[in-house]
């Protein structure tokens, strides 16, 4: 589809704007369920801060807030099909925005990379009305943006992140590599898990634990990595495969085992904040197909 026209958006403005909001409410939301979320292996929530010294539930509440108008803006500019510039300048606006709020701790920066591109990718959609499905939104982060983002060199990066250190360091893919493939750990294997779990019958937050160990399972988080090398990664990846093969989320004493490896995550400074990023999206995801714009 060619580019909306500039009066055909005009035109369209009021309901764009409708639509830009509630999908910014949805990313938000998404990403408050994950930090309300307990027990993650070494994550912060309003029980904890797992193994953070530096930061709180009430920093991250901080960054939220600073992060809402982005959200509304970056949508808005999906609906438009702007290109990849102008989402990287609304990214780097909102990250500069984030540490205003926090004093300087990065809380957010996965999710403004992640959850930007998914939220205009959702805006994307619904302005083409399109259905929101699995396939339309990687096709649409195909079609639109991976182009631009094979082309940015991971030095080009002002302060590089965690993940963009660890994906020089160690060959991982990281959250760029996860956008250049239409995010497969997201498509593939914590929205499936996520549905799965909800087929069973599970709530939100048992189903939204089950993706979560998944994730850890299967995603080598590059915040794992950064913090504990390839054995601390070596160590979550292990002891989350044990407990999805002990049952996970259905089977009896499951939140004492998740409790523990929470414990020894955070004793051991490991805090797998890219699966927690990859989780909030799949929800946030997850929210947009079920809840139409």
Not at 97 to 115: P, V, Y
Not at 120 to 138: F, Y
Not at 179 to 207: K, N, V, Y
Not at 280 to 289: E, G, L
Request: aromatic share 8%.
């Amino acid at each position: 589809m060619n580019h909306l026209s500039l009066k055909t958006f005009a035109a369209a403005e009021p309901e764009f704007r409708r639509v830009s909001h509630r999908i910014a409410r949805n990313v938000v939301r998404s990403l408050y369920q994950e930090l309300a979320l307990y027990p993650k292996p070494g994550l912060v929530s309003f029980r904890d801060n797992g193994a953070h010294r530096d930061m709180n539930a009430a920093t991250f509440v901080r960054s939220l807030f600073s992060l809402r108008g982005y959200f509304v803006a970056i949508a808005a500019a999906g609906m438009r099909e702007a290109k990849f510039d102008e989402l990287q300048q609304l990214g780097l606006a909102a990250e500069s925005r984030m540490l205003h709020a926090t004093r300087g701790i990065n809380t957010h920066r996965g999710a403004i990379f992640t959850h930007g591109i998914l939220a205009a990718a959702a805006g994307c959609a619904a302005a083409r009305n399109l259905v929101p499905s699995d396939d339309n939104l990687r096709a649409i982060v195909t079609a639109n943006w991976s182009r631009d983002l094979r082309a940015i060199a991971v030095a080009s990066a002002t302060t590089p992140s965690h993940g963009q250190l660890m994906a020089a360091c160690h060959g991982v893919t990281g959250a760029r590599g996860e956008a250049l493939l239409a995010f497969p750990s997201i498509f593939e294997s914590a929205l499936p898990a996520l549905r799965s779990a909800l087929a069973r019958g599970a709530d939100t937050q048992h189903a939204l634990l089950h993706a979560f160990f998944v994730l850890l399972a299967e995603t080598p988080d590059t915040n794992v990595l950064f913090r504990g090398g390839t054995e601390g990664l070596q160590f979550i990846q292990t002891q989350a495969a044990d407990f999805l093969e002990r049952g996970s989320v259905f089977e009896t004493g499951w939140q004492a085992r998740a409790e523990s490896l929470h414990r020894r995550c955070s004793i051991q400074n490991l805090s797998p904040g890219g699966c927690a990023d990859l989780l909030a999206a799949a929800w946030f995801v997850h929210q947009v197909q079920t809840d139409p714009l």
